[in-house]
């Protein structure tokens, strides 16, 4: 049915309300990045057929729930955010979820929990430190202190469904925005000062204005899912969990900007945030949410999916905006500001993925609501991927300002195996690792800036004694040496100087005067490189060296890596006293270096190990030690 | 011969002609009919949208996702993100070029796997990962991969 005015556009809604509310019970399946792939659609499968077998009114789509007395719905969701227990199965209204669900779980799901009202024990989460299980997500530790914006709906409504999107008051900030003047739309972005969740944190009001003010009469509008940053997911799970927000953030932004066509530009390892926002756009066209006179009024626009070829450089802005051109996406200087002329050398707007999401919430709520979350300077939230050496691995968004210390040991879990906290790396490789002194640093744009890291897309990887610093800034420099598109010289040669120079250290090569020689050099790459690939590529170094010094030092004077990662200057010994004997190490040797007897110590022949370190990942009596 | 042939048409009729700013598109859908990019399959799709074949083959060698040669039946994506790296992504490749005598970049003799390194896929949570075509492996121990490969 299409929607052609806002009037439409409520009575369609009061109908989806009501069926929505309709619905007896919901059961909510997982099928974010982790839990697809750890199995959630075979859950989904199973869990449907059970029902229906066992005669219970169980549909998969809003719609059919209609002709139903007392319909289940058992939707596919988006993340639901506990990465580490999946496949997630959420029942509400009951609050229970289920974690580590498989597909013959279905039987007692539905036998116990769903006819008989009983929980299943063995299937809630685990709490790691108390040993408790938690029931639903108003017990479990994990989701206190989180503030969702961004991923409101993602994981909580159906993932490919306008009806469901509809249904929680989807496209009403459209229809409201639709009723003020462009000019409006902006000042209300401008004064809930939003800024750009891709990790820049430059003002999108300032940006939309600046694009309006731009000369020319074609303008675009461009949604940046490419995040090549590792350990990031935030936007995968947005794209793929609640397309349709950040279709209407694009669409608002267009009214706001008067932009007729928009692109999003998708990383091309994400394929199922692909096909969702294909079905997405199909649907907003088929229902006139896209194309022309949207809901009546005078605007006219359309989305077109750009997928990415597989290179990093391309979330960089005017690479981007090259490579959706069809051309190798190489950046440009920035003195022409892509608001001015950015794709087709038309005016453009880029946002990331999340910012877009943040933007309907704003217009429905007003900037006043928005800025009475977060800091006076990052207001509102971020979302996060907490991964590493953490318990609770997942999908988080917690208000600006909240300390590192409560992400990390209050939601995340604290640290995996109880192992001491080293760092915290966040920004990505444009960012740096900060030491357990920085905990209490509050997570805003500019806290995390002054403290020498930096905000970026959203990745917070938690790193304990086992991580080596020096083998993590060389890990970020050979990430960037083989994504550097190799335009400028500062990043294309300088990068594969720095990578040498580390790779020295690391092989135990290193000399005195080596950490003076890295600096110098990283700031040279930091002035002279043309885009921010290239000026931030040199921060991960620069940043374990000011925090971690004393370890790149005990690299280079005594050639040694304390947390043993460092193959050329590792030496592994099994502690004769703490070996049991379980025979754990010597089955996981990939050399076969390691020898003995059930029951009797270990011992590694030093000729054949290979300082892989698999031996001491294995152990669980911390009997493998570093010499 | 006649194969690529009629996979190249399959592909041009699907595209517009003339219309430059598909190339990424094109050769993303003549990468998806072959498994890697043909070198007449490039220069087909250079000359229906009217771009030089340098351009093409500047794009073809630029975006990581093209492979210029023939790829193995099932690709092995080993995950080196971040997180894989810390939980040992390096010690699951070496397990793989013992078990299957090739490393990343490299196909086995048979045609059967291509080992790839690829950038974070957003597994983090079932670190170090591997996707074997859609299949993923997750958690994997050292000495472990070359069973759960089999494993099918």
Known sequence: MRIDTPNTLETIRTRLKKLDAGVKRRVLVCSG???????????HEALVKEMRDKGLEAEVELAPCLERKDPLLVAITGCQGLCQSGPLVHILPDDILYTGVKPAHAADIVEKTLKGGEVIEKLLVKDPKSGERGKGRADIPFYKGQKYIALEGCGRILAESLDAYLAVGGFSALAEALTRTPDAVITEVEKSGLR???????????????????PGDERFVICNGDEGDPGAFMDCCIMEGDPYRVLEGMIICAHAVGARQGYIYVRNEYPRAVKRLTLAIEACRAAGL?????LGSGLTFDIRISRGGGAFVCGESTALMRSIEGNVGEPRAKYIHSVERGLYNKPTVLNNVETFACVPSIITRGAAWFTGIGTPKSPGTKAFCLVGKIRNTGLIEVPMGTPLREVIFGIGGGMLDDRPFKAVQTGGPSGGCLPDSQLDLPVD???LTRAGSMMGSGGMIIMDDRTCMVDVARYFLAFLLEESCGKCVPCREGLRQLHAMIENICQGKGKAGDLERIERLARNIKVGSLCGLGKSAPNPVLSTIKNFREEYEAHIRDKRC??????????FRIDAEACTGCMLCVKACPPGAVTGERKQPHVIDEAICTRCGACRMVCKYDAVKTV | MSEVKGGIERVLSRLPKGDASVLVHAMQDVQTEF?????????????????????????????KAFSLTPRGKTILKCCTGTTCHIRGSSVVIEDLRKGLGV???????????TVEAVNCVGACALAPVVIA????MANLKPGEVMKRLKEG
Do not use: Q
């Open chain 1, 562 to 571: 304390p947390a043993g990662v460092c193959r050329a200057i590792t030496t």
């Open chain 1, 196 to 214: 750009g969740r891709g990790g820049g944190g430059y003002g999108t009001g300032r940006k939309w204005r600046s694009c309006v003010k731009a």
């Open chain 1, 445 to 447: 744009f500019d806290a």
């Open chain 1, 33 to 43: 990045p982790g839990c697809a792939a750890s199995g959630g659609f075979k859950v």
């Open chain 2, 35 to 63: 498994n890697y990019l043909p070198a007449d399959a490039v220069k087909a799709v250079a000359e229906h949208l009217g771009v030089p074949f340098s351009k093409a083959y500047a794009v073809a060698t630029f975006y």
């Open chain 2, 103 to 113: 490393g990343p970049g490299e196909t086995t003799p048979d045609m059967a796997y």
């Open chain 1, 290 to 294: 896209l194309g022309e006179r949207i």
């Open chain 2, 133 to 136: 075509g859609d299949r993923y």
